[in-house]
């Protein structure tokens, strides 16, 4: 079995900034992408931003230039730096994974989710 758990979430003045982590834990024989979605009251869940094993990062245009994402693959961990932060920012956070297990099943796995509030 695979487990993400999330950290980094809270309440936060438009402007400031917040960095969520997600570590990756469990029956993981190689991670190749990791990433985070979000999800707002009443709207579906979108992509925020992704990073391959070959360090390829995607971002959703509204967030370009204000997040960051990393990943430090020996703790099998992904970071989210989110800087300059608006009211429309506040959604619950996923982290998002696909994976090969040790029994070299390819899967995606979600993480738990964690809130983002951006106060105006």
């Known amino acids: 079995q695979v487990q993400l758990v999330e950290s980094g979430g809270g309440l936060v003045q438009a402007g400031g900034s917040l960095r969520l982590s997600c570590a990756a834990s469990?029956?993981?024989?190689?991670?190749?992408?990791m990433g985070w979605y979000r999800q707002a009251p009443g709207k579906q869940r979108e992509l925020v931003a992704t990073?391959?094993?070959?360090?390829?990062?995607n971002y959703a245009d509204s967030v370009k230039g204000r997040f960051s994402i990393s990943r430090d693959n020996a703790k099998n961990t992904v970071y989210l730096q989110m800087n300059s932060l608006k009211p429309e920012d506040t959604a619950v956070y996923y982290c998002?994974?696909?994976?090969?297990?040790?029994?070299?099943?390819?899967?995606?796995?979600w993480g738990q989710g964690t809130q983002v509030t951006v106060s105006s």
């Open positions: 998002n994974t696909v994976l090969t297990t040790t029994s070299r099943s390819t899967l995606r796995y």
């Open positions: 469990g029956s993981i024989f190689s991670i190749n992408t």
């Open positions: 990073i391959t094993s070959g360090a390829n990062i």
